[in-house]
């Protein structure tokens, strides 16, 4: 009886309740890593990673894969039960190549959209946008699977305009949905990326072999792309390492996006900008959050944090406020009076 344990503790101690552990299960062992998961208002869930050829296909799941062979790493989608009792389905996608996968979303119709990056040439598409021939390097991409995973709603891949040579790889790195079922894909591409007219399209820092500057794109639910634009140039300008280009990325309600990830100092930066340089005698790189206009052509604004490796996660609020995470901060990352921690101690930022 509940209420009889209760009324019979030490009143004078912390009551602890343990969780309980609703479902837990495995998938497959051919799933190399399942580095991406989503939920619906239903609670199922939809677990995405990289796997080799075998991963289980269930029947009449999407057939994204007609040609790949066990020599190829394969993007896997597995949407289960609320319960966990049961797999809804399973399918596999990829090609001639490596395809590796990035962010993960739902729609509020149950439509599950996944971004990332491939080598295929071969890679499923529907209804994408034209880029130009991969020329051996890897392109990003992003697809939309039927809430029974049973067809492609869309898939295109990201990359070089078609008049642009493809001289430098294009990583789609991160993915957001709003209430509308657009989708937003950021990530890191090299010159010649596609944009649309009159939407940002400020990269160029680096040269066109390296993969240095930052666009963002935006699908509708039907796969018509509504803008594209490139962010700014995120090159380190004085060595090191470290990553750099994008990272994360959310929406607010009134259709702004937010990208965070780590840039040098040749990124744009704002007026009304937190921190508007980068700390010591030589710059390398370090977190950036900026906020860019529903339509994609102006910047609201674009900060420049303290030192940290990387930014590994960003939310926003209704209102607009923005919480952003990463790890192995500086000694000099700013914490507020009331922190639950004062120093890094080694640890995470947020």
Do not use: H
């Not at 994408?128 to 049973?150: M, R």
């Not at 390296?210 to 699908?219: I, Q, R, S």
């Not at 900060?303 to 000694?331: H, I, K, R």
Request: contains cysteine; hydrophobic residues 35%.
């Amino acid at each position: 009886d509940w209420s009889s344990d209760v009324c019979s503790s030490d009143l004078g101690k912390k009551l602890v309740i343990d969780p309980v552990l609703t479902f837990s299960t495995y998938l497959s062992s051919l799933a190399s890593d399942a580095n991406l998961v989503a939920a619906d208002s239903s609670g199922n869930s939809y677990v995405a990673g990289y796997a080799t050829l075998g991963f289980p296909v269930t029947s009449g799941a999407f057939a994204g894969c007609t040609n790949c062979s066990t020599n190829n790493v394969v993007t896997f989608i597995s949407k289960l039960s609320a319960d966990g009792t049961s797999l809804i389905y399973s399918t596999v996608l990829g090609g001639n190549s490596f395809a590796q996968p990035t962010g993960i979303a739902v729609d509020g119709n149950g439509n599950v959209l996944v971004s990332g990056w491939t080598g295929a040439s071969d890679f499923p598409t529907k209804n994408g946008q034209p880029i130009a021939v991969q020329n051996n390097n890897y392109v990003g991409y992003l697809v939309s699977l039927s809430p029974d995973g049973s067809s492609l709603n869309y898939g295109t891949l990201l990359g070089s305009g078609p008049s642009a040579s493809q001289s430098a790889a294009t990583y789609a790195t991160a993915l957001a949905v709003d209430s509308s079922g657009d989708a937003y894909v950021t990530g890191d591409t090299g010159n010649g990326f596609f944009t649309t007219t009159g939407a940002l399209n400020q990269g160029g820092g680096g040269n066109s072999g390296n993969e240095f500057n930052v666009y963002l794109a935006k699908f509708s639910p039907t796969g018509t792309l509504m803008y594209s634009a490139v962010l700014g140039a995120s090159d380190p300008q004085n060595g090191g390492g470290g990553p750099i280009g994008a990272t994360a990325i959310a929406v607010d309600a009134a259709g702004d996006a937010f990208v965070a990830g780590q840039a040098g100092t040749l990124w744009p930066i704002t007026s009304n900008a937190y921190l508007n340089q980068i700390a010591g005698s030589m710059p390398y790189a370090t977190p950036f959050v900026t906020k860019v206009a529903p339509d994609a052509k102006s910047l609201v604004y674009s900060t420049y944090l303290d030192y940290a490796y990387v930014v590994t996660g960003m939310a926003v609020l209704s209102n607009g406020n923005v919480f952003v995470a990463g790890n192995e901060v500086g000694a000099s990352y700013p914490t507020t009076s009331n922190a639950y921690q004062q120093n890094s101690g080694g640890g995470d930022e947020i």
